[in-house]
């Protein structure tokens, strides 16, 4: 992902946004978020629109390590902790449970990484979760054996949120995640 495309979602800005901010075109911010490196006016615009250094605009492929006001900040991480709570109430309701967060990321225009990771976990948990429930199953052990799989199954889902809430409050970033993104 370009540097230009992670400060833009970071500070929730669709490129017409951005656009509008700094006055360069949307074909342009398109250009180099594809890759090609901003230059001259460009290259001031959009770091003054963006209020970070010319040379963090430069970076190649880099965590950023730019600073957000507090409050703002604070706001995000309240809202990334929202969006993965609303994940509990309906651990029961596989489709739900992933289209509530869906709908709360795009309501609320944060789309950064950590949201797209708790997305793309409920899905993965969402897809294996029945798999590892009909192995279960197939293995015949009991009707015991069934119910303790399916109980162990919707504590894990719930462990998980939970442990991935206390870790985005305490050090702002996920405690389980994949190494890939389903968004």
């Not at 370009?2 to 075109?25: A, C, D, M």
């Amino acid at each position: 992902m370009s540097t230009l495309k992670s400060v833009r979602e970071h500070k929730n800005l669709t490129q017409q946004e951005l656009s509008n901010k700094s006055k360069i075109s949307v074909r342009t911010i398109q250009r180099i978020e594809a890759g090609t490196k901003p230059k001259g006016h460009t290259l001031k615009s959009l770091s003054k629109a963006l209020n970070i250094n010319e040379k963090e605009l430069q970076k190649e492929d880099k965590l950023l390590e730019f600073e957000l006001e507090s409050e703002e900040l604070q706001k995000r991480i309240s809202i990334i902790k929202f969006i993965n709570l609303s994940l509990l109430p309906f651990i029961f309701v596989p489709p739900i449970n992933i289209l509530l967060p869906i709908i709360l990321m795009l309501v609320t225009k944060i789309k950064n990484p950590i949201v797209k990771q708790i997305i793309s976990l409920q899905i993965m948990w969402t897809i294996l979760a029945p798999i590892l429930f009909m192995i279960g199953v197939l293995f015949k052990v009991g009707n015991q054996f069934t119910i303790f799989l399916l109980i162990f199954i919707f504590l894990s889902n719930i462990f998980i949120i939970l442990k991935n809430a206390m870790e985005i409050d305490q050090n702002k970033k996920l405690y389980f995640k994949l190494n890939f993104s389903m968004l």
